[in-house]
């Protein structure tokens, strides 16, 4: 479905699309450098988040709980990085299960968080459906969920694919269009659903938020934190994740020739590494928003900062 997994229909002369052509062979530099500052980065703020989640002393509440699987995640995606450095090519069909196992479980998770502060804030009497057992429910079928999808595009595809071109997919044959459309819908579903469940639930919370009897001033400082985080959360949300899923949507439409757009199918292909590396950026966002969006945490030393983790969540 991406550009790698598809063979090249701009050689095919008898392509509408066959004399448009760019070079991308900065790619595998810009994932080289890209790929390195987010593992080192993305390295060290996951794991002092794990760490610090497993060894607080707070109650490990409905949150927290979706919070460690969103860390855990990230830092899986993290590590998962040097294989997709040094392995690009040999082992596609590895690296592919542990990219979208690793993405669309950040993007879940973060879906799980905002609708658990919908329950908190909007429905505060529905607390069962905040226990720790259906947090926990929810986090195992959120596993299982994703796991199942990212085994099994890959699986689909390997139906079709020749086995020493186990990555490929010819757009030209009917068969592996459909395999193509398929993985696609998946993809944009995975993203689309997760995105307007999550910006209902934060509109639900910013509405409640803007009642007046949230505007007190003895409310004030939580109400003004809440809403940063929140508006913090959506920004990163839709700033990571947007571009790539639209970039992908034009460059398979554009490549299948089901959108013969010359221009459109250079620039898709050309700012593709970019924007899958702004959507793994995100698993370096996410413990930053947490730690540092509060306004109490440059005031507080370190301690006291971690103690308050989980109250400076999305909320």
Known sequence: ?????????????ISPLSNCTVDTSYRFTFYQ????????????????????????????????IYVVSLSTADLFFVISLPLRIYYYHQKARITFILKYI?????IFFLVCIAVDRYFAVV??????LRRRRVAR??????????LGLSVGLPLLQSLATR??????????????????LVALGIVLGSFLLPTLILLYSYCRVLRVL?????????????????????????????????????NLLGYTLTHMELLPHCGLAKVTKAVHPVVLSLASFNCCLNPIIYYFSSS?????PESVMFSQFTQALPR
């Open 123 to 128: 429905h505060p009497l529905a607390s069962t």
């Open 163 to 180: 086995q020493n071109q186990p990555c490929l997919l010819d757009p030209s044959l009917q068969h592996h269009r459909t395999i193509i």
């Open 33 to 64: 450098v890209s790929y390195s500052v987010i593992f080192l980065l993305g390295l060290v703020t996951n794991s002092l988040a794990l760490r610090r989640l497993c060894l607080s002393s707070c109650t490990m509440n409905s949150t927290a």
């Open 102 to 106: 690793c993405l669309y479980g950040g």
């Open 210 to 246: 803007n009642q007046p009897r949230h505007r007190c001033r003895s409310h004030r400082r939580g109400r003004q934190h809440t809403l940063r985080v929140i508006y913090w959360v959506l920004g990163v949300f839709l700033l990571c994740f947007l571009p790539y899923h639209i």
């Open 137 to 146: 429910v929810v986090s195992g079928g959120i596993w299982c969920l994703v």
């Open 1 to 13: 479905m991406e550009h790698w997994n598809m063979t090249d229909l701009t050689a095919k002369p």
């Open 296 to 300: 109490l945490s440059q005031n507080l």
